[in-house]
């Protein structure tokens, strides 16, 4: 019976990721070089130019951008500083009994719509809220909380949301490093912070990437918590997006908007890797480990003949080597 070729597996894979993910960008693309041809016309693609991607670089919409990468960088660096003791903990510190409760609590927000939770925080942070009178009563304001419909109110909003996805993956990275490990640095001498600076994190490092990248790339195109939280304030690139699509019915520039956020996220996550990268060069050459026989000692210098060493000795040296 003949066993059929190894790539027959990934034939699903690729069929799905063919036709969700490369044929959508691909009319993306192609959409994004037309034009809105009338009033009630949505696209049409008989003349092509980049007038499109020129329109979506104004003004108004590079200060949108720039209010993106902004919220996106922040909002992954909090995820980041916050996860990362929090997975160490679960994976080093809990009990091997407890991590597979402490994970269903961390996935206990996604047992909630993402609307539905960003519209809690919006009850939350309302001015007329129990958060705000509880500020007041305890004496930590002097008037309603104004953190609703500001930056401020997005990026806490983007945490809450896209946080587990950065714990799990850390979790997992955690606890596959080898508690031998770090009881063998711990006896060479090295103490606990240096133990995980040396040992724990590099090796974790796949675990950070990954969080990094799974809470980055939707994080900038997100709009929901920016339509909720931010109102005009918080203006994101998803929410132009979306309102070119829903509202105005102009695709061509929907589709030129939504291709410079791939880019930028592109260029962006290409600049983080370059940066840490180039961080992480002296302290590679630092532990570079050299399998082989160590290097041979420098040989002593020869004496040459306008050495004083190499000079015959005088009358007096003579007689006193004579006798």
């Known amino acids: 019976m003949r066993r059929s070729p190894g790539f027959a597996l990934a034939v699903p894979a690729w069929a799905w990721l063919v036709i969700f993910f490369v044929a959508p960008v691909a009319m993306v693309v192609w959409f994004s070089f037309g034009y809105k041809p009338g009033i009630f016309g949505t696209h049409a693609n008989d003349v092509l130019s980049f007038d499109r991607y020129v329109e979506a670089l104004s003004p108004t919409f590079f ?5 993106t990468l902004w919220v996106g960088v922040a909002g ?3 995820c980041l500083v916050i996860g990362l003791p929090v997975a160490y903990w679960m994976a080093v510190k809990a009990p091997p009994s407890r991590r597979g409760l402490l994970l269903a609590l961390v996935m206990v927000p996604f047992w909630t719509n993402f609307l539905v939770r960003t519209i809690g925080w919006q009850v939350i942070l309302a001015p007329e809220g129990w958060l705000s009178s509880l500020l007041q009563g305890i004496g930590l304001t002097n008037g309603p909380l104004d953190l609703l419909y500001t930056r401020g109110a997005v990026l806490l909003g983007v945490v809450y949301n896209y946080l587990p996805l950065m714990i799990l993956p850390l979790f997992v990275a955690f606890d596959r490093v080898n508690g031998p490990l770090r009881e063998a640095s711990k006896d060479l001498g090295a103490g606990r912070w240096r133990t995980f600076a040396r040992v724990t994190l590099p090796l974790a490092r796949p675990g950070v990437i990954a969080g990094v990248l799974l809470v980055f790339i939707p994080l900038m195109g997100d709009y929901i918590t920016a ?3 931010g109102g005009a304030k918080g203006n994101m690139v998803g ?4 309102s070119q699509f829903q509202t105005a019915q102009n695709w061509a520039l929907g589709s030129a908007m939504a291709m410079l956020l791939i880019i930028v996220i592109v260029l962006t996550v290409a600049a983080g890797a370059l ?7 002296p302290f590679r050459a630092r532990h570079r480990l050299v399998l082989g026989d160590p290097p041979a000692p420098p040989s002593p ?3 040459g003949p306008s050495d004083t060493s190499a000079t015959p000795a005088g009358p007096r040296e003579t007689q006193e080597v004579a006798a």
């Open 76 to 78: 992954t660096l909090l």
């Open 63 to 67: 200060a949108t951008f720039q209010n």
């Open 239 to 242: 929410q132009l997006v979306a």
């Open 275 to 281: 940066v840490v990268w180039i961080v992480s060069l």
């Open 227 to 229: 339509t909720v939280l």
């Open 301 to 303: 210098p020869v004496p």
